[in-house]
């Protein structure tokens, strides 16, 4: 079987090697297939000799200073890294909970990511706007360099918070025709596992039955929701969830 490519980021302090370390081995406890890790970083000193290294790319001229998150956009070029073929993006503050070969036989050749959550109100009102969460997608490595040129075209676009808050909005614009993974695949510990307040603040979080990869965008981070996080609101505190380390391990 031909190998798949896993592939994630790292630069700055806030995530330590023991992040990207945690992420590969966790892709070889769940992905059935031969597969290629591949992390871009600026510092790749701890990283376990199986995670192949892609330095950090130039600045293409973003002015607000790199690196930046915009460096997803980046990674979509022809020939970065040498990738090539189906590509699994993961972000390092996400933990996975079940078998992952599901994302790379989901709906083949296209561009897959998460439909990114909002608040229950507006999605019950349907006002879920068509806009993605880069924390987990899938493309075609080789084939995806009209979106990176795209950006390179529009990055004055890419770049502002009126016309796209967020990397990710811009990234599902540049990509085009998005196809959001089933809904019981990846799951936000925020969302979907904090009970809502106050039930928060009395029940612990628990994982959603289906679950394959538990995205901890924002805060808490990983560790700190095993250990319980306070938080600067009640409505953000959760109480200790000692099951995640079962698979945000080493």
């Not at 909005?169 to 307040?197: D, H, I």
Request: with cysteine.
């Amino acid at each position: 079987m031909q190998h798949v490519n896993v592939l994630c980021l790292k630069w700055g302090t806030r995530y330590g090697p023991h992040y990207v370390n945690m992420l590969y081995r966790a892709v070889g406890r769940n992905l059935s297939r031969p597969f290629r890790f591949f992390c871009c970083t600026d510092d790749p000193s701890g990283l376990d000799d199986g995670v192949e290294v892609i330095p950090f790319p130039a600045n293409p001229g973003v002015k607000r200073g790199w690196p930046d998150i915009l460096v997803k956009l980046a990674i979509l070029q022809d020939g970065f890294g040498g990738l090539q073929g189906p590509t699994l993006f993961l972000d390092l503050d996400v933990a996975i909970t079940g078998p992952i070969d599901c994302f790379f036989d989901y709906k083949p050749g296209e561009f897959c990511i998460i439909h990114n959550w909002v608040h229950w109100r507006k999605a019950a009102l349907g006002r879920r706007p068509a806009v993605g969460n880069s924390s987990v997608f899938r493309f075609e490595a080789g084939k995806s360099n009209y979106a990176y040129e795209t950006f390179l075209r529009e990055m004055h676009r890419a770049e502002d918070r009126a016309a796209f808050n967020t990397e990710q909005a811009f990234l599902t614009y540049a990509m085009g025709n998005p196809q959001w993974w089933p809904e019981e695949w990846v799951k936000s510990y925020k969302w979907n596992c904090r009970p809502a307040f106050p039930l928060n603040l009395f029940r612990a979080p628990q994982l959603p039955e289906g679950c394959r990869i538990l995205v901890f965008h924002g805060r808490p981070d990983p560790d700190e929701a095993i250990r319980g996080y306070r938080g600067c609101k009640p409505h953000h505190r959760t109480l200790p969830a000692p099951w995640i380390a079962d698979y945000w391990k080493l």
